[in-house]
């Protein structure tokens, strides 16, 4: 009784009692009624009890007989509602996908792949949530997140990048500031002047100033310190200082004119990249693979 139920046998069991008799069976089954007969025999010996009791030429259930086709009928109607919501799943009807980002692509997503993923597939849910590079990497790492939207992530040797664009980290101003005389790179030097609002060492932004600091041998003094890239980019529009984010965090704010951007004059910040990235490994859903094509197509950070 410990031994799984071969539910191959109980189909033979099934069709004997449906047709009443192990013949007619064997008939249906296109099987010798000794292997319709041998395959009953071995389900009861599996099951230490009765099933079929012999009537004439026909056969009939037990009790026990009937409590197995009653498991026979719900597992063939569990089967059935599990390939029905598979196919719904194929078609995009239903569905989950879970995402992570940094906070600096909350506004990419949001002005136009979001709303227009959704609209195209309204039964799909989504989970959406920001986090910090470190976090993120984590939550991906963990499944607790499909797919990620990192800034310059660090390499991981259980991370696959499924899209990467080279997004130069940007020194970001108010149109009143001196900085906006001139365009071309800007070395870290020339900035070390004006008062700097920076995020926590647990995101890329930060980091990437961090090793900029120790490549140019320069060291900023941050008025400000926060974990939010709104918060950011509010000090800088605001007059109260730069920061650094990249170009496609802003774009609304750069096409209204309410900030200004300049390069770094630096390799680090010219060539840091956005990534869209999953764990090694990961089967992708449906709807997930879905999305990440959405993703890398439509967002101004993969463009």
């Known amino acids: 009784m410990s031994r799984l139920i071969n539910l191959s046998r109980i189909a033979y069991f099934h069709e004997a ?83 992570v980002l940094g906070e600096g692509f909350v506004n990419d997503i949001l002005n136009g792949p979001l709303p227009r993923f959704c609209k195209a597939y309204p039964g799909v849910k989504i989970s959406l949530d920001s986090a910090g590079t470190n976090e993120l990497i984590r939550k991906v790492l963990e499944d607790d997140a499909e797919i990620g939207l990192v ?30 005389k001139g365009d071309g790179p800007l070395r870290a030097r020339e900035l070390l002047d004006y008062p700097l609002a920076v995020t926590y ?39 109260l200082g730069i920061a650094f984010l990249p170009a496609f965090a802003i774009k609304a704010e750069l096409d209204a004119g309410e900030l200004l951007c300049r390069d770094v004059g630096h390799p680090l910040f010219l060539t840091a990249e956005a990534h869209v990235v999953t764990r090694v490994g990961r089967r992708l859903s449906s709807a997930a693979a879905r999305m990440l094509q959405v993703l890398t197509t439509q967002m101004q950070a993969f463009k």
């Open 151 to 180: 800034y310059n992530p660090p390499t991981h040797p259980k991370l696959v990048s499924r899209a990467c664009r080279v997004q130069p980290m940007k020194v970001i101003f108010s149109p009143d500031s001196p900085l906006r």
């Open 201 to 239: 060492s647990t995101h890329g932004v930060r980091q990437l100033v961090d090793v900029l600091e120790l490549a140019e041998k320069v060291r900023f003094d941050p008025v400000m310190t926060t974990n939010s890239i709104a918060t950011l980019t509010q000090f800088a529009k605001t007059g």
């Open 17 to 99: 009692a449906r047709c009443g008799s192990i013949r007619a069976a064997a008939d249906l089954l296109n099987v010798a009624p000794s292997a319709v007969t041998r395959q009953i025999q071995l389900l009861e010996a599996e099951l230490a009890t009765v099933l079929l009791e012999r009537r004439g030429r026909g056969v009939a259930l037990t009790e026990a007989g009937k409590q197995v086709i009653e498991f026979h009928r719900e597992q063939e109607a569990h089967l059935g509602d599990l390939l029905g919501r598979l196919q719904s799943l194929r078609e995009m009807k239903t569905g989950h996908v879970s995402l």
